[in-house]
């Protein structure tokens, strides 16, 4: 199928295009940007005027709920509301049931993720065995099996020396390791560590438990050689510690999750666990350190840390209630929301979400629009606003932390249409 995307603003990150263009699909390939070839007639055409085209979102930290909780989030319900919100390519997370730790888990969870025709998904493989931390898996087979990358998830390796074997197998292959800075033993609280902590009596996760796990991760990256990437950073002090280890020259890279990004432990009100989440929400002085630190470039990537949860599951006292949020379709709204509120020209704000996050999973041509690559495309109209209420929401799960009123939270930017490999996976009904 041929498509035309006329009139828009297309803003591609990696090549540093920004301008008024054109974008013609053919089949799965994007055939030409700019001037399009008068022998080229499209059976679709879709008029972008007043809207930006950027390359489709690539979320680096989701859960979908298969296989083993399909109460929670079924795949279709999951991958539906990723188009939804401009997102193309989702890398899961392995702690589903069973364990994403045999090539054949991990097959069939493409196969029903391809038979939608919807987002993409790049699986992460467990780096242990059930994410025990003791045997490791067979991570040869688990990369031809598609798995993009190595992680214990919120599973720290208690024994270091386990970790240490675990970095330097990765590295034998070149494979990255994908951590959660957080010691498994000070990381058992349910919210930051501090003043409303103690009010509230409920046990804290004090900033320590990050830098420990960050100091440890970074001398084993010094011995070991291994690429790393740590995920969902939460704290300013964990900030400070990613920047010196890159301007020391080791290959870490990092990413923090929305809500770390746009609230604080205040926002916890009268214990909602809307606002239970890992890593929990910290002080302000976080936020604001995290914020910079993705302006500046020291964090690499903003993720949705969509994880759905069911109902019950969250009608609980706070400390017993499960963590987690639905985010997929709030990711690009999260992302232009922090632009604005921080002063970020917009080309970062599309980068974090497109290039820098399909940087890791490593697949050319991915999170980028030229020619010849995938026709991974959102079209978004930047000046829209929408409310994030729950019956907004296409996710199986209508948990959070941005609906924490009846009115709901401002979102900015409203996705008009996606495509993925050259396919209408999502199009608003005012979209023509």
Avoid at 363 to 383: K, N
């Amino acid at each position: 199928m041929k498509i035309l995307i006329e009139n828009g603003h297309l803003i591609d990150p990696a090549s540093g295009f920004n301008a008024m263009a054109d974008l013609a699909i053919a089949d799965t390939k994007v055939v030409s940007i700019g001037q399009v070839s008068s022998d080229f007639h499209p059976d679709k055409r879709i008029d972008a005027s007043r809207c930006l085209v950027i390359p489709g979102l690539v979320d680096a930290c989701a859960r979908l709920g298969e296989p083993g909780h399909a109460h929670e989030g079924m795949l279709d319900s999951e991958l539906a509301a990723a188009v939804a919100g401009g997102v193309t390519s989702v890398v899961c997370m392995p702690d589903t049931q069973p364990v994403l730790d045999e090539p054949g888990l991990v097959d069939m969870l493409k196969f029903r993720a391809e038979r939608l025709h919807l987002a993409k998904v790049f699986p992460l493989g467990a780096l242990t065995r059930s994410l025990g931390g003791e045997v490791l898996t067979p991570m040869v087979e688990l990369t031809s099996a598609g798995c993009v990358g190595f992680t214990q998830a919120e599973h720290a390796i208690q024994n270091t020396q386990g970790l240490q074997r675990a970095m330097q197998y990765a590295a034998s292959f070149g494979f990255c390791v994908w951590l959660r800075a957080q010691d498994g033993f000070l990381g058992q609280g349910v919210v930051a560590s501090g003043p409303l902590a103690t009010r509230m009596g409920l046990s804290g996760v004090s900033v320590a438990a990050e830098t420990i796990a960050l100091h440890t991760t970074i001398d084993l990256m010094r011995i070991t050689g291994t690429r790393v990437h740590i995920s969902k950073l939460s704290s300013a002090a964990g900030v400070e510690l990613v920047r010196a280890a890159k301007a020391e020259g080791l290959p870490l890279t990092c990413d923090v999750s929305i809500h770390n990004l746009h609230f604080t432990d205040a926002d916890i009100g009268y214990f909602d666990t809307r606002a239970r989440l890992t890593p929990p929400l910290r002080q302000q002085r976080d936020r604001e350190a995290l914020r910079q630190g993705l302006a500046d470039g020291t964090i690499d990537v903003l993720v949705s840390d969509h994880t759905p949860v069911e109902g019950d599951a969250k009608a609980l006292p706070f400390a017993q209630a499960e963590p987690g949020a639905t985010a997929l379709e709030l990711l690009l709204g999260a992302s232009m929301k922090w632009a604005a509120q921080s002063h970020v020209d917009i080309s970062r704000a599309v980068e974090v979400i497109t290039s820098a996050p399909a940087a890791l999973v490593g697949q050319a041509g991915l999170g980028r629009l030229q020619v010849g690559g995938y026709a991974d495309v959102c079209v978004l109209d930047p000046q829209a606003s929408w409310q994030v209420l729950p019956e907004n929401l296409r996710s199986h799960s209508k948990h959070t932390p941005f609906a924490f009123d009846l009115s709901g939270s401002e979102m900015m930017a409203q996705v008009k249409a996606t495509l993925v490999n050259g396919h209408v996976a999502y199009q608003s009904p005012d979209m023509h």
